[in-house]
């Protein structure tokens, strides 16, 4: 059997940037409900990835689509 690692808390980073987070955290960036975040996950618009249990999005991604919902605002 493989040893078990500690579970890590707080965000996922990177040299202290941060790469992934919670729809949580996710939602309260893009200033919507989690609601609304799991509606785009579900339908494909913001992509997620499993770390066990856990679903994470890609901060990058998260930056990506607020920047499409500003372009098409003008």
Same mark, same amino acid.
């Given at each position: 059997? !493989?040893? *078990?690692?500690? *579970?890590?808390? #707080?965000?996922? &980073?990177? %040299?202290?940037? *941060?790469?992934?987070?919670?729809? =949580?955290?996710?939602? =309260? ?5 989690? &609601? ?5 996950? @579900?339908? #494909? &618009? +913001?992509?997620?990835? @499993?770390?066990?249990?856990? !679903? *994470? +999005? ?7 689509? %607020? !920047?499409? +919902?500003? %372009? =098409?605002?003008?």
């Amino acid at each position: 059997r !493989r040893p *078990r690692l500690p *579970r890590q808390r #707080g965000p996922v &980073t990177v %040299a202290g940037v *941060r790469l992934m987070a919670s729809p =949580h955290t996710a939602a =309260h960036m893009l200033d919507i409900s989690r &609601t609304t975040l799991y509606q785009l996950m @579900r339908d #494909g &618009t +913001l992509q997620y990835g @499993r770390i066990g249990r856990n !679903r *994470r +999005l890609l901060v990058s991604d998260i930056e990506s689509y %607020a !920047r499409t +919902l500003i %372009a =098409h605002a003008d």
